[in-house]
């Protein structure tokens, strides 16, 4: 797999290109081998460069920068930053309560500059490649596989700062960086910038790959749809980040990138069991319903493997086994009770929040929710040696941030030494994670049917998935829970008739459930246009249980993106124009 088994040429890029960045380190080496620069351009030597950018998505993020963006999401009502109180990652707790953000806070320019850098490697490349045998089929895929790189980054920047300069020009000088402006586009034009990367990717990538780290058309079709989505919900209104209009055009492109037979012929479909998604032995890792994942790796010759480290700080504490679990990201109390069902075993659309579950009350729920948060009375990654509770030795903070756990990102404690590493006093795995996976995809597309009153179609899709939702009440690694922690299981279909709004309304909440703490709700928030509304409803009615969300406000056409950093708008010569809000 790509980035398990050449992570160690990162540096080559650098060789080739005279960086001065490695030479210290290069002058301690003994060489093995030399490339000129037109063998390196060689289709049998073009992977040694390529590698720096595909690695950049391992060793660029950490995990107060993880290139999935948890740490931004915990501005949204799925989640609490955590940790051990309020000064611990106390920016990020700004954030999530929407107030006293300054543009000088550390988290934005260190996650907008790992982004750039992991782009330099990018936009390197693709010059390299750019200079090689254009007729060469190695080298058409190659330049492929960059651009949606280069897409990729691009496409996250984009979600969190809304204006940003676009590093696509070929073979840019320090002139041209230092010239870069980050109102260029239009937001409607930066979209498509992105667009452009991709379909000229997918026109050349093929069905499947003998490297699963690299993308395939399937991975750059989801990809394809999910710009497209964001594209449709128009906020070109320089003074405003509000949805203007809403694009049936680019509704329509989400609609023809999420065509099944795109998916099915490559063997994309979902998993029996969600959990599935979020385990890290080999034989669950990159299956069918993972249609592109950033590739993390153990035992290959480094000190620690090629571990994700990005996660680490959400890792809980577990007495005598995670002491030293620093226990962010914590699920909210408002999710939690989202999970609740009715008599129909659909959810409570509108009074999900009115009443708090707790585990063995008579209330059902969908078994979504115990893949997704661990909950006290239950197991800790579903190994009964450690069972949840509400008690100091489970919660760093000793509750102020509650004890729910998030599961998804973390791996059973049984598997320490195998999938689970210590590293320096705090735990990584090996685990990958999933970018695009095709749940994803399938509301993708019921969301642009819905938008475009195809209500009945899209319904059907919103049923698909919880189809396997209620499949998991016998089938699954929480279908015992009933018998031993007393819950209560119900998952229906959706019946009869639904107007545009309803079906919206029904393809919302889906996406809450089958996709919370993956590090999108936030985003789609924003993209829908409703943050301002869902998350100051949220803080009245969370603060009256978690007492540090007291004082939240989220301000309209300010809190959806972060600030452009004040290092950036300091050393852009002038060329960068801050978002609106007054920062």
């Given at each position: 797999?790509?980035?398990?088994?050449?992570?160690?040429?990162?540096?080559?890029?650098?060789?080739?290109?005279?960086?001065?960045?490695?030479?210290?380190?290069?002058?301690?080496?003994?060489?093995?081998?030399?490339?000129?620069?037109?063998?390196?351009?060689?289709?049998?030597?073009?992977?040694?460069?390529?590698?720096?950018?595909?690695?950049?998505?391992?060793?660029?993020?950490?995990?107060?920068?993880?290139?999935?963006?948890?740490?931004?999401?915990?501005?949204?009502?799925?989640?609490?930053?955590?940790?051990?109180?309020?000064?611990?990652?106390?920016?990020?707790?700004?954030l999530e309560k929407s107030t006293g953000v300054m543009t000088t806070d550390w988290p934005f320019s260190s996650i907008w500059t790992r982004f750039y850098?992991?782009?330099?490697?990018?936009?390197?490349?693709?010059?390299?490649?750019?200079?090689?045998?254009?007729?060469?089929?190695?080298?058409?895929?190659?330049?492929?596989?960059?651009?949606?790189?280069?897409?990729?980054?691009?496409?996250?920047?984009?979600?969190?700062?809304?204006?940003?300069?676009?590093?696509?020009?070929?073979?840019?000088?320090?002139?041209?960086?230092?010239?870069?402006?980050?109102?260029?586009?239009?937001?409607?034009?930066?979209?498509?910038?992105?667009?452009?990367?991709?379909?000229?990717?997918?026109?050349?990538?093929?069905?499947?790959?003998?490297?699963?780290?690299?993308?395939?058309?399937?991975?750059?079709?989801?990809?394809?749809?999910?710009?497209?989505?964001?594209k449709a919900y128009h906020q070109d209104d320089a003074n405003s980040n509000q949805v203007t209009s809403i694009s049936d055009a680019d509704l329509q492109?989400?609609?023809?990138?999420?065509?099944?037979?795109?998916?099915?012929?490559?063997?994309?479909?979902?998993?029996?069991?969600?959990?599935?998604?979020?385990?890290?032995?080999?034989?669950?890792?990159?299956?069918?319903?993972?249609?592109?994942?950033?590739?993390?790796?153990?035992?290959?010759?480094?000190?620690?493997?090629?571990?994700?480290?990005?996660?680490?700080?959400?890792?809980?504490?577990?007495?005598?086994?995670?002491?030293?679990?620093?226990?962010?990201?914590?699920?909210?109390?408002?999710?939690?009770?989202?999970?609740?069902?009715?008599?129909?075993?659909?959810?409570?659309?509108?009074?999900?929040?009115?009443?708090?579950?707790?585990?063995?009350?008579?209330?059902?729920?969908?078994?979504?929710?115990?893949?997704?948060?661990?909950?006290?009375?239950?197991?800790?990654?579903?190994?009964?040696?450690?069972?949840?509770?509400?008690?100091?030795?489970?919660?760093?903070?000793?509750?102020?941030?509650?004890?729910?756990?998030?599961?998804?990102?973390?791996?059973?404690?049984?598997?320490?030494?195998?999938?689970?590493?210590?590293?320096?006093?705090?735990?990584?795995?090996?685990?990958?994670?999933?970018?695009?996976?095709?749940?994803?995809?399938?509301?993708?597309?019921?969301?642009?049917?819905?938008?475009?009153?195809?209500?009945s179609e899209a319904i059907a899709l919103v049923n698909q998935v919880r189809e396997r939702a209620a499949g998991m009440i016998t089938s699954s690694v929480?279908?015992?829970?009933?018998?031993?922690?007393?819950?209560?299981?119900?998952?229906?279909?959706?019946?009869?008739?639904?107007?545009?709004?309803?079906?919206?309304?029904?393809?919302?909440?889906?996406?809450?459930?089958?996709?919370?703490?993956?590090?999108?709700?936030?985003?789609?928030?924003?993209?829908?246009?409703?943050?301002?509304?869902?998350?100051?409803?949220?803080?009245?009615?969370?603060?009256?249980?978690?007492?540090?969300?007291?004082?939240?406000?989220?301000?309209?056409?300010?809190?959806?993106?972060?600030?452009?950093?004040?290092?950036?708008?300091?050393?852009?010569?002038?060329?960068?124009?801050?978002?609106?809000?007054?920062?």
């Amino acid at each position: 797999m790509i980035m398990k088994t050449i992570y160690r040429s990162i540096c080559a890029i650098c060789v080739i290109c005279g960086f001065m960045s490695c030479s210290n380190f290069l002058e301690e080496q003994v060489p093995q081998a030399t490339l000129t620069q037109d063998e390196v351009k060689n289709p049998e030597y073009i992977d040694n460069v390529l590698i720096s950018a595909y690695a950049g998505l391992v060793s660029i993020e950490d995990m107060n920068a993880s290139f999935s963006l948890w740490n931004y999401d915990t501005r949204s009502d799925d989640a609490y930053v955590g940790g051990s109180d309020f000064s611990d990652g106390e920016p990020f707790h700004r954030l999530e309560k929407s107030t006293g953000v300054m543009t000088t806070d550390w988290p934005f320019s260190s996650i907008w500059t790992r982004f750039y850098n992991y782009l330099s490697r990018v936009s390197l490349s693709l010059d390299i490649l750019a200079s090689a045998d254009q007729e060469n089929a190695t080298i058409k895929q190659r330049t492929a596989e960059m651009k949606f790189l280069r897409a990729y980054g691009h496409f996250q920047l984009k979600r969190l700062f809304k204006k940003i300069p676009f590093v696509n020009k070929p073979n840019m000088t320090e002139e041209d960086y230092n010239n870069l402006s980050n109102t260029e586009y239009t937001n409607d034009e930066g979209w498509q910038q992105i667009i452009n990367d991709l379909e000229d990717a997918y026109a050349v990538l093929p069905v499947t790959q003998a490297d699963k780290g690299r993308p395939t058309k399937a991975a750059c079709a989801a990809f394809l749809a999910k710009v497209y989505l964001y594209k449709a919900y128009h906020q070109d209104d320089a003074n405003s980040n509000q949805v203007t209009s809403i694009s049936d055009a680019d509704l329509q492109k989400v609609v023809e990138y999420t065509n099944p037979s795109i998916y099915t012929a490559a063997g994309y479909g979902l998993e029996p069991d969600l959990h599935n998604n979020f385990r890290p032995e080999e034989q669950y890792e990159n299956g069918k319903e993972s249609i592109w994942a950033i590739q993390y790796s153990r035992n290959d010759g480094t000190v620690y493997g090629n571990l994700n480290f990005s996660y680490r700080l959400i890792v809980p504490c577990i007495p005598k086994v995670h002491d030293s679990g620093c226990d962010f990201y914590k699920p909210s109390h408002n999710l939690v009770s989202a999970y609740r069902t009715n008599s129909d075993g659909l959810p409570m659309l509108d009074t999900f929040a009115d009443t708090e579950y707790t585990v063995g009350s008579a209330q059902t729920v969908d078994p979504r929710l115990f893949v997704t948060v661990g909950v006290p009375g239950t197991p800790y990654m579903f190994n009964t040696s450690f069972m949840i509770a509400e008690s100091n030795a489970w919660s760093r903070s000793g509750g102020t941030f509650g004890y729910f756990v998030s599961l998804k990102q973390n791996v059973d404690p049984a598997l320490t030494d195998s999938y689970l590493y210590l590293c320096d006093s705090q735990w990584a795995s090996s685990m990958n994670r999933i970018v695009l996976r095709y749940a994803d995809v399938l509301l993708m597309r019921a969301e642009a049917q819905a938008q475009l009153g195809q209500t009945s179609e899209a319904i059907a899709l919103v049923n698909q998935v919880r189809e396997r939702a209620a499949g998991m009440i016998t089938s699954s690694v929480v279908s015992n829970y009933p018998n031993k922690y007393g819950v209560h299981y119900a998952v229906g279909k959706y019946s009869g008739s639904y107007s545009k709004d309803e079906a919206m309304k029904i393809v919302k909440m889906e996406r809450r459930l089958e996709l919370a703490m993956e590090s999108e709700r936030f985003f789609d928030l924003v993209r829908w246009g409703d943050a301002a509304t869902v998350l100051n409803k949220y803080y009245s009615t969370e603060s009256e249980k978690m007492n540090f969300l007291s004082g939240s406000q989220f301000t309209a056409n300010k809190n959806e993106y972060l600030p452009v950093p004040f290092e950036q708008m300091a050393a852009s010569n002038g060329h960068y124009t801050q978002n609106c809000g007054q920062w």
